[in-house]
Antibody
């Protein structure tokens, strides 16, 4: 059974960098025909896609966040990461990693999510 | 920043039928398939319906989905207490080149 698990600091200071890692178990990122992405959910609000990648190197981002986001992958560790910089209080959210199909909003496996609070 | 519009809330008594709408545009629902997610309190969203009307294994058949033009709907027949959750629609958007989600609907079982 495929499992995804987010990890990283639960609090980040304004203007600094939010860094999260998603560890995939029960399956491999390399050679998969799926895309892997990050989604966030602000308190009391809806879901917002941040960006996704394909293991071969193709990466694409939400245009509203693109200037601040970097997604990278470490296939040797079966992990992928999210960096968002600089952050503001508006970036306080639960961050999820998930797997999805190409050109489809079909997210079939999700991590449990991790709350990141931006505060000094 | 949600591109797809849903009613904020819906409710019904046990056994009733509840329908949730999802309105989009030609660049998303109008040209792509719609998926639905159920989010129980304090948990990650779970895929509830894909490709407009297909249920993943384990999803009860009282959940059904449909799409027409630039709108989609999720229906829950025989509402049960465990169906109390937030529901989100989602679709790929060709103009934005990424997935977009609905504003979410909170279903309450009275």
């Amino acid at each position: 059974q495929l499992q995804l698990q987010e990890s990283g600091p639960g609090q980040v200071k304004p203007s600094e960098t939010l860094s999260l890692t998603c560890t995939v178990s029960g399956g491999s990122i390399r050679g998969s025909s799926f895309y892997w992405g990050w989604i966030r959910q602000t308190p009391g609000k809806g879901l917002e896609w941040i960006g996704s990648f394909y293991y071969s190197g193709s990466t694409f981002y939400n245009a509203s966040l693109e200037s601040r986001v970097t997604i990278s992958v470490d296939t040797s560790k079966n992990q992928f990461s999210l960096k968002l910089s600089p952050v503001t209080a508006a970036d306080t959210a639960v961050y999820y990693c998930a797997r999805h199909s190409y050109k489809a909003a079909l997210f079939d496996y999700w991590g449990q999510g991790t709350l990141v609070t931006v505060s000094s | 920043q949600s591109v797809l519009t849903q009613p904020p809330s819906a409710s019904g008594t046990p056994g009733q039928r509840v329908t949730i709408s999802c309105s989009g545009s030609s660049s998303n629902i109008g040209s792509k398939t719609v998926n639905w997610y159920q989010q129980l309190p304090r948990t990650a969203p779970k895929l509830l319906m894909y490709s407009n009307n297909q249920r993943p294994s384990g999803v009860p058949d009282r959940f059904s989905g449909s799409k027409s033009g630039t709108s989609a709907s999720l229906a829950i027949s025989g509402l049960q207490s465990e169906d109390e959750a937030d529901y989100y629609c989602a679709a790929w958007d060709d103009s934005l080149n990424g997935p977009v989600f609905g504003t979410g609907t909170k279903v309450t079982v009275l």
